[in-house]
């Protein structure tokens, strides 16, 4: 059975990618917590409709999302499957590790952290996420600190 990925679907898919493309540049600091709204409405109509298809029409989307990209915003990756079904979840984590937030996007995001994918609940969710992006930031901190120790060490012998 070969079908066609629905063309509405296709366009939310690449509109999602640019999102999120989008949600991990600078230019977030001019977003409004209105947009986030938007495009939380968006990620949830994304979610939906590929929770109820099966993987082979999942990855038929995708394919036909991914060509649409390389046409009009080549420079956009495609998120996975996962990421897609899990697509708010992971726009409010790109949003809340972008050093570019402002603060009422910030108190927006800590407000409205509930997912159609989680079964936590909101504060729980955004604690998780908060902890992890910390512990990954000090890991990042640490090792930079080790590097410029040795670099320093080895340039003094």
């Known amino acids: 059975m070969n079908e066609e990925a629905p ?12 999102v999120l493309h989008e949600a ?4 977030i600091s001019s977003w409004q ?13 994304v979610e939906g409709e590929l929770l109820a298809l099966s993987d082979e029409a999942i990855e038929r989307v995708r394919m036909a999302a991914k060509q649409q990209l390389q046409a009009t915003h080549p420079d956009v990756p495609l998120p996975s499957a996962e990421n897609l079904i899990d697509a708010q979840h992971v726009l409010y984590q790109t949003l809340i590790s ?7 996007l910030y108190t927006h ?3 409205t952290y509930e997912f159609l994918t989680s079964y936590d609940d909101g504060p729980e969710n955004f604690l998780k996420d908060v902890v992890h992006m910390a512990q990954s930031a000090t890991t ?4 930079e ?4 120790l040795l670099a320093d060490d080895t340039h003094e012998k």
Not at 7 to 18: D, E, G, K, P, Y
Not at 98 to 104: K, L, R
Not at 140 to 143: E, K
């Open 33 to 45: 917590p209105q947009f986030i709204d938007t495009c939380t409405a968006w990620c949830m109509i």
């Open 24 to 27: 991990a540049s600078p230019r």
């Open 98 to 104: 972008n050093n570019h937030i402002s603060d009422a």
């Open 145 to 148: 600190e080790v590097n410029e």
């Open 7 to 18: 063309n509405s679907l296709v366009s939310a898919v690449t509109r999602i990618a640019c």
């Open 109 to 111: 995001l800590s407000q």
């Open 140 to 143: 990042c901190a640490v090792l």
